[in-house]
């Protein structure tokens, strides 16, 4: 199970920082990331993180979102600036084996599990 929180509104410009935690998942070995969803739409990727915490990013993620990781307390993080109205969406917590991350180098995969979500809204 992958539970996140931090998600809320903010203005545009603003920040948030999104969280994601699991009592299932062992983060140290397991390839991550973030995806987001609006109704109607396709997930966007955003980025993953592989075993040895190298992320990866969609090209249009690049320099605003960075995705980070705690093994000691498992703990996934999405550090998102300068957030603009187009950011507002469902924000998704991820997790596969950790082949998947390998297996897509230089692209973010397509996850296979998720969590329930975390609202953001950019207004």
């Known amino acids: 199970q992958l539970v996140e929180s931090g998600g809320g509104s903010v203005q545009a410009g603003g920040s948030l920082r999104l969280s994601c935690s699991s009592g299932g998942y062992n983060f140290a070995s397991a390839c991550m990331g973030w995806f987001r969803q609006v109704p109607k739409k396709e997930r966007e990727g955003i980025g993953a993180?592989?075993?040895?915490?190298?992320?990866t990013y969609t090209e249009s993620m690049k320099g605003r979102f960075t995705i980070s990781k705690d093994n000691a307390v498992n703990t996934l993080s999405l550090q998102m600036n300068s957030l603009k109205p187009e950011d507002t969406a469902m924000y998704y917590c991820?997790?596969?084996?950790?082949?998947?991350?390998?297996?897509?180098?230089?692209?973010?995969?397509?996850?296979?599990?998720r969590g329930q979500g975390t609202q953001v809204t950019v207004s």
């Open positions: 993180i592989d075993e040895s915490g190298t992320t």
């Open positions: 991820a997790v596969d084996p950790a082949y998947v991350c390998d297996k897509v180098v230089g692209r973010v995969p397509e996850f296979s599990f």
